[in-house]
């Protein structure tokens, strides 16, 4: 299996963990044109304070980054495999194809193979990605919201 495919099908657990336990929104992978160091982004929108939700998450992170089910596995690759393919069969996957190639990212495969390969992934390999995320104190994690201000009243 491919370091990517594993990655992307790791990031699509992560996803549905994090929504399930209602902490976050959305989880992306961002991944360049040009292949290289991916980035796996956590996007979190909640009400309330900022400080209030970087404890909540640093309180579920073990349970996010856990060793993944068989079932997890088996959801994430039927989930994402037809989103990749079709992602991958576009001019913007060929490029994107091409230029991991050029980069010696990995080999030339077709969308179906992509496929095949996702609907392959098993949670030994996934976890074994999801087992490379650093401890929550780790990370590196940045906000936007209001900030709690010492002696403001509260609203």
Do not use: F, Y
């Amino acid at each position: 299996c491919s370091p990517l495919s594993a990655t992307r099908a790791s990031t699509e657990v992560l996803k549905r963990r994090a929504v399930g336990l209602e902490i976050a929104r959305d989880v992306e992978l961002l991944r360049p044109l040009v292949p290289g160091r991916r980035v796996l982004l956590l996007v979190v929108q909640a009400a309330g304070p900022l400080d209030a939700l970087e404890s909540k998450l640093a309180k579920a992170w073990p349970r996010l980054s856990a060793a993944v089910r068989d079932d997890e596995a088996a959801e994430a690759g039927r989930a994402l495999a037809p989103r990749l393919a079709a992602e991958a069969s576009g001019p913007l996957g060929q490029a994107r194809r091409s230029a991991a190639l050029a980069a010696g990212d990995g080999p030339w495969r077709n969308a179906e193979d992509l496929e095949r390969e996702l609907l392959a992934l098993t949670s030994e390999q996934l976890t074994a990605v999801l087992g490379q995320l650093p401890q929550w104190q780790e990370l590196a994690t940045t906000g936007a919201g209001v900030l709690p201000v010492p002696g403001a009243p509260r609203r």
